[in-house]
């Protein structure tokens, strides 16, 4: 019980702390849950919602973003967590933080996925709310948007 409460207590805390200065909100170790879709090759959209997502800045203006459990499809046969890692971050007046990456290889199962690099990402992320899009594997647009745990 008592690593339950401290769990949550980091997940609220994470999400973000009020730096007491007009810059952005500083969010560390921040994890979202929300709605995930991909556009298959036939038009048609593939819809999961409940999908966390996990975000953590790194001193070097990247981040790395973790989707625990996610499907592509419905003809997936599993879930798997897939890492993006080298997403740049800029402080935005007022977005909290605009997300962007290109020509990112996602990690998956063990191991990289370089037929599934991720390009044109573009998002934004503050102390409550995380959106992003981006396109895998050249094929599949794919959006999240999100709230904070």
């Known amino acids: 019980m008592m690593i339950a409460a401290m769990a949550a207590a980091v997940l609220i805390s994470g999400c973000g702390k009020d730096n007491g200065n007009d810059n952005p909100v500083e969010i560390k170790d921040s ?21 966390k997502v996990g975000v953590t800045f790194n001193d070097d203006n990247t981040l790395k973003l973790v989707m625990y459990g ?7 046969p599993l879930t798997l967590d897939m890492t993006v890692e080298g997403i740049n971050w800029q402080a935005s007046s007022t977005a909290g933080y605009v997300l962007s990456g290109d020509n990112l290889i996602p990690e998956a199962m063990g191991g990289p996925f370089p037929d599934y690099v991720i390009t044109g990402f573009k998002g ?9 899009d981006l396109t895998c594997g050249g094929l599949y647009p794919l959006s999240f948007s999100g709230t904070c745990l």
């Open 124 to 132: 934004t992320v503050d102390s409550s709310k995380l959106a992003f």
């Open 70 to 76: 996610v499907k592509f499809s419905e003809k997936m």
């Open 31 to 51: 994890s979202y849950t929300g709605t995930m879709k991909v556009v298959q090759t036939d038009g048609s959209v593939f819809e999961q919602t409940g999908v």
